[in-house]
């Protein structure tokens, strides 16, 4: 899986909003939000592919979180991504 060009993390009032770029990414309907351990990962990850297993390894390098549990949010962090149609 990879991010999708056209899809820009930025810091607007302190929150981690996914901006996007280009007709085709465009959908006023909804606006993306992070919260700190998923914008970690997208700095992390931008450019690259990835998987659950490489971003479970991330969260637990970077937070004191056990495998299991790591491995269950990169999962759920990837489908809710999918779904918002910023990964391919």
Not at 50 to 56: E, G, K, Q, R, S
Not at 58 to 76: G, I, P, S, W
């Amino acid at each position: 899986m990879k991010i999708k060009q056209g899809f820009e993390l930025r810091d607007i009032c302190g929150e981690h909003v996914v901006v996007a770029h280009g007709r085709g990414n465009i959908d006023f309907s909804k606006i993306i939000s992070l919260n700190e351990s998923a914008a970690y990962l997208w700095h992390k990850v931008q450019g690259q592919d990835f998987d659950a297993p490489m971003l479970a390894r991330l969260l637990t390098e970077e937070y004191e979180v056990d495998d299991a549990t790591a491995l269950r949010d990169a999962e759920k962090m990837m489908q809710d991504w999918r779904e918002a149609g910023m990964v391919e």
